[in-house]
C-alpha cells in the first residue's frame, strides 16, 4: 500500500478499537500523530490504522468506495488546510537554509514567481473562496501558519509585505529554541 492511500485527514476523527476515539494531529511519513479523546497522544503508523479503519467499514460501505471519497476530499481542500501545507512544503525545499527572518515573504515570492506554485496557490484560494468570504486571505493566513510549523520557527512581530503581492503583512520568524529541564 502507498502511503498517499490513506483515509485519514488533519482534524477528522476516527475510533480505534484499543484506544477509543481520536483526531489526527499531523501525517508525517508512515505515521500519523493523534489525540484521544482522554487527552494522550500517540504517533500510530498509517498502514496499521489503514487496516483497521478499512475493517471497520467493510459493516457499513465499501473500503474502496471511502477511500476514494477521501481521495478526492484531499484533491479538492474541502474545507480542509491539508493542500495548503504541501505547497508550502514544496516550496520551502526551493529555499536554502538557514531560513532568514522573512521567510514568509520568500515563500510567498516563490509563490508568486513560479508558475507551478502560482497555479496550485490560486486554485486553492478558488477553493477556500467557496467556504469563507475571502479564500485568498484563509489561504494567506495557513500559509504563514505552516511555513512556522514546517521551519519551526516562532512569530517575533507582524510587518508589512515590502516585496510580495499576494500578502500586505506577515510575521517575522525566528528559530524556535528547545530547553532541557
Known amino acids: 500500500m502507498m502511503i ?17 476515539r481520536y483526531e489526527v494531529l499531523a501525517i508525517e511519513g508512515e505515521r500519523m500523530h493523534v489525540c484521544f479523546a482522554d487527552g494522550s497522544e500517540k504517533a ?5 490504522q489503514t487496516r483497521i479503519w478499512r475493517n471497520a467499514q467493510y459493516d457499513s460501505d465499501s473500503a474502496e468506495t471511502l477511500l476514494k471519497q477521501a481521495r478526492q476530499r484531499r484533491r479538492t481542500g474541502s474545507g480542509k488546510t491539508e493542500p495548503i501545507r504541501l505547497l ?4 520551502l525545499h526551493t529555499i536554502s537554509t538557514p531560513f532568514p ?12 514567481h513560479d508558475a507551478e506554485f502560482r497555479r496550485r496557490y490560486d486554485e486553492l484560494a478558488e477553493v477556500f ?3 469563507t468570504s475571502d479564500g485568498q486571505s484563509v489561504v494567506n493566513n495557513w500559509i504563514g501558519k505552516y511555513t512556522a510549523r514546517l521551519t519551526n520557527m516562532a512569530a517575533t512581530s507582524q510587518v508589512t509585505a515590502k516585496k510580495a503581492t499576494i500578502i500586505t503583512g506577515f510575521s517575522l520568524l525566528k528559530p524556535t529554541t528547545v530547553s532541557m529541564v
Open 4 to 20: 498517499d492511500e490513506h483515509p485519514f485527514e488533519i482534524g477528522d476523527r476516527y475510533d480505534h478499537p484499543k484506544f477509543g
Open 129 to 131: 473562496d467557496r467556504t
Open 88 to 91: 508550502v512544503q514544496d516550496v
Open 101 to 112: 527572518e522573512d521567510i514568509v515573504e520568500q515563500v510567498c515570492l516563490k509563490i508568486e
Open 44 to 48: 500510530l503508523k498509517i498502514a496499521i
